[in-house]
């Protein structure tokens, strides 16, 4: 499977991933369950605000690339993606496929999602994962057709709380994009994925 195989449909709105980053004791002390519904709040009021206005959707796009660039932890999803890949990779090597990494998936998911309706979105549940971890169940609405549920997997790190990963109909994207990125890794090798990534954030 090719990179472009993982673009996002509308039905995975916004997407994302994990892995394993440490915690400081400050991060620690303002994880809560609350921080993570507030957090999630304030991304989503900002996300239906945009796609709501009458923006062109090349402006609307930019603002959301803006937004998920704050909002999903990139290095943590970065690295879990490419799986063990990871550790065969010299510094630069990682350096230049997460900054490949961000930019194809940013600019994909926010050229994708510009022309998006959506009537608003609610929080339904927040369940604690335990170790700074929430899963942040959320209904989207939109002007026809059934609401779409997503979950949204929030970590608190030494930057505040960020997204790492989105599980659509009990499917996580994160473990989705690992098995198609890795595939590409184990033909190509880092330096080719990285490229391949690059070529489709530039269209």
Do not use: C
Request: glycine share 6%; proline share 4%; hydrophobic share 35%.
């Amino acid at each position: 499977m090719k990179p472009e195989d993982t673009v996002p449909t509308r039905r995975s709105f916004l997407a994302g991933a994990t892995a394993a980053l440490m915690i400081t004791a400050a991060g620690r002390a303002n994880s809560s369950p609350a921080t993570a519904r507030a957090f999630i709040t304030d991304l989503g009021n900002e996300a239906v605000s945009i796609l709501q206005s009458r923006q062109p959707s090349a402006e609307r796009a930019s603002r959301l690339e803006a937004l998920f660039r704050r909002a999903f932890d990139f290095r943590a999803i970065g690295r879990f993606v490419l799986g063990r890949y990871w550790n065969t990779a010299n510094p630069q090597q990682r350096e230049e496929y997460l900054r490949a990494f961000t930019d194809y998936v940013t600019r994909s998911y926010a050229q994708r999602l510009a022309d998006e309706e959506v009537s608003g979105f609610e929080i339904t549940s927040v369940r604690d994962l335990g170790q700074d971890e929430y899963l942040v169940q959320t209904q989207i609405g939109r002007p026809t057709g059934a609401p779409l549920n997503y979950g949204w997997r929030v970590r608190q790190t030494s930057s505040g709380p960020r997204i790492v990963d989105v599980i659509v109909e009990n499917v996580s994207l994160l473990v989705t994009h690992r098995s198609d990125f890795t595939s590409v890794a184990q033909r190509e090798g880092i330096e080719g994925l990285t490229q391949s990534l690059r070529n489709k954030a530039v269209r």
